[in-house]
């Protein structure tokens, strides 16, 4: 499965609503995966880079490896990482089971250099999951801590959902319940919105920076928390494993056999929600 990024913005409203994210553009944009570009190949840490680790055990047992490839702000970075973690995991564990990996991966880089070595990311950058570790880029230490735990739980579902999503898995979908998992909900955004917010978006809406990837991102998380609002989480997941794992048929098929109508019946459904004042 390709990497998975979040942006390196930190808290942005959407179209008015005081909403505090972090997209892992991971995403971490907290970030969705980027098809982009291949997969990084495992890549050593630079020679003259002096590496610190530690591993800490969370409440439900799994493992953290922390990793600082030097710099003065990533173990800062980590030990922030570290109190967060187990809510992450909380979080993750809540929406997906508890059948994922039990050791986690989570590297703080101290250069641009040194991200794109290990995850392929640029400036634009806060975090990404590839096979085996979360990297954190440079800027991620910027990032006030609502919107690290947001992009941290974001990551989090990306690595955990991993092995069970394919290398052609919809991206938006993807994103979308990497989000559900990761932001805090807040109220419909009312009819004025809802025509703008309804529409799925695309892989280029995904890729490009600014404003279009922050109103992709918004479309997919509103999405898949309308279908959970309207289905329940549990089918929720079921969509995201139809539709997202191995061997998956289109989107139409996987909507069909998980809701039980058709797509489009589906996305009306979608704006009607949309345009209620909660």
Not at 127 to 139: E, Q
Not at 155 to 183: I, K, M, P, Q, S
Not at 223 to 238: E, H, I, N, P
């Amino acid at each position: 499965m390709p990497r998975s990024i979040t942006s390196a913005g930190t808290e942005r409203p959407f179209l008015g609503l005081l909403l505090i994210v972090e997209l892992i553009v991971a995403v971490m944009l907290v970030g969705r995966p980027d098809t982009s570009a291949p997969e990084p190949a495992p890549v050593s840490p630079p020679a003259a880079t002096a590496v610190a680790s530690r591993t800490e055990t969370m409440s439900d047992g799994r493992t953290v490896e922390l990793m600082s490839l030097g710099g003065p702000t990533t173990q800062p970075l980590l030990d922030r990482v570290s109190g967060a973690m187990d809510d992450a995991v909380r979080a993750v564990t809540g929406f997906w089971g508890p059948d994922w990996r039990r050791d986690i991966v989570v590297v703080a880089t101290a250069s641009d250099e040194q991200f794109r070595a290990l995850a392929g990311g640029g400036s634009d950058i806060a975090a990404a999951t590839t096979d085996g570790r979360i990297v954190f880029a440079p800027g991620a230490a910027a990032m006030s801590d609502a919107a690290l735990r947001i992009v941290l739980r974001h990551e989090l579902f990306h690595y955990a959902a991993r092995a069970d999503t394919a290398a052609d898995a919809l991206r938006w979908l993807t994103e979308g319940v990497a989000d559900f998992v990761a932001r805090p909900a807040t109220p419909l955004p009312g009819q004025a919105q809802a025509a703008e917010i309804a529409v799925l978006p695309s892989d280029a809406d995904l890729d490009t920076a600014g404003s279009t990837r922050t109103l992709a991102y918004d479309r997919a998380w509103w999405f898949t928390r309308f279908v959970a609002d309207r289905y329940g989480t549990s089918t929720l997941r079921r969509l995201y494993v139809r539709a997202c794992g191995p061997g998956h048929p289109g989107v139409e098929a996987a909507v069909s056999e998980t809701l039980g109508t058709d797509l489009d019946e589906v996305l009306v459904a979608w704006r009607r929600w949309l345009s209620q004042i909660a």
